[in-house]
Antibody
Framework: QVQLVQSGAEVKKPGASVKVSCKAS????????MHWVRQAPGQGPEWMGI????????AYAQKFQGRVTMTSDTSTSTVYMELRSLRSEDTAVYYC???????????WGQGTLVSVSS | DIQMTQSPSFVSASIGDRVTITCRAS??????LAWYQQKPGKAPDLLVY???TLQSGVPSRFSASGSGTDFTLTISSLQPEDFATYYC???????FGPGTKVDI
């Protein structure tokens, strides 16, 4: 069965970077796109970007351009999302989600809480 | 940028009720729309994609329709497990709507 297992919670100071991993199993990583979505406390989901693990092409939401990088490692079936220059407003649960037909998020990771506080 | 709106933002309903949620896109998105259900502390679950196609395993009491800018999600007979927040998402810009909470 398809599973996406994410790395554990992180606590960061403002200005730092965080790198969240998402390990896929139950399917071939290169066969589907992967989205990253975050959700701040009490808020709705916010799309951050998408990566094609097959050719590593990416597309990022304009809001995160220049601050986010999504990568993949096919040898370990893992995708990564790095967010830099963290601020308190980046405190959120970060999810990876597989892209059904590229566009639709059909399987989600369990989420990774990133807390940013001085 | 495509903006997504939903109405109502909150629905107070009872078991067995018919519930309809509306989603509107700020520009034509054809049928590039998804609906998700989210329960507290959990990741969203895909209910519907391509505006009206039920994801595998989703009960038939859920239905969805629409194209262009106006879309609806209907729950024909609300069950206890349906109390949750529902989000629409434009599947070309990937923008989520603000959500509709279905509560007792």
């Amino acid at each position: 069965q398809v599973q996406l297992v994410q790395s554990g919670a992180e606590v960061k100071k403002p200005g730092a970077s965080v790198k969240v991993s998402c390990k896929a199993s139950g399917y071939s990583l290169t066969s589907q796109y992967m989205h990253w979505v975050r959700q701040a406390p009490g808020q709705g989901p916010e799309w951050m970007g998408i990566i094609s693990p097959r050719d590593t092409t990416t597309a990022y939401a304009q809001k995160f351009q220049g601050r986010v990088t999504m990568t993949s490692d096919t040898s370990t079936s893992t995708v990564y999302m790095e967010l830099r220059s963290l601020r308190s407003e980046d405190t959120a649960v970060y999810y990876c989600a597989r892209g059904l037909h590229r566009a639709y998020c059909d399987f989600w990771g369990q989420g990774t809480l990133v807390s940013v506080s001085s | 940028d495509i903006q997504m709106t939903q109405s109502p933002s909150f629905v107070s309903a009872s078991i067995g009720d018919r519930v309809t949620i509306t989603c509107r896109a700020s520009q034509d998105i054809s049928r590039w729309l998804a609906w998700y259900q989210q329960k507290p502390g959990k990741a969203p679950d895909l209910l519907v994609y391509a505006a009206s196609t039920l994801q595998s395993g989703v009960p038939s009491r859920f239905s969805a329709s629409g194209s262009g800018t106006d879309f609806t999600l209907t729950i024909s007979s609300l069950q206890p497990e349906d109390f949750a927040t529902y989000y629409c998402q434009s599947a070309n810009s990937f923008t989520f709507g603000p959500g509709t909470k279905v509560d007792i």
